[in-house]
């Protein structure tokens, strides 16, 4: 009878164990979505970060080879106002769920 609970307590255990290894899998698996839609982001993200340093750097150009009088408002404007950077906010949900979950105490490493 000892045995039959010893061994059933094992049976157990391995089922706890191979439960948790899934759902970090699943978490696992669910971070490197939020990566990778993350990193699609980047693309465009570059480009327009590309863009506002090619629009900072004509900007002083501009204002570099003109004396104030010879500004014109029109194209300085144009120039101070076409950066066009906006922020990206990163993908957070799936390391959020892992966090609340306690799956980050589930893995040592």
């Known amino acids: ?50 863009s506002a340093i090619r629009q900072a750097e004509e900007l002083a150009a501009y204002l570099r080879e003109r004396p104030l009088e010879a500004m014109d408002n029109a194209e300085l404007f144009f120039l101070a106002t076409q950066a066009g950077y906006r922020s990206y906010a990163w993908n957070r949900a799936a390391l959020e769920q892992l966090k609340t979950s306690g799956g980050l105490r589930k893995k040592p490493n």
């Not at 609970?5 to 191979?18: C, F, G, P, T």
């Not at 465009?44 to 970060?49: A, G, N």
Request: aromatic letters at 4%.
């Open 1 to 50: 009878m000892v045995i039959g609970i010893l061994i059933a307590l094992q049976i157990n255990h391995w089922n706890e164990e191979r439960v948790e290894q899934r759902e970090i899998r699943e978490y696992a698996l669910k971070l490197a979505a939020a990566i990778e839609r993350d990193l699609e982001m980047l693309a465009p993200l570059e480009m327009q970060i590309r």
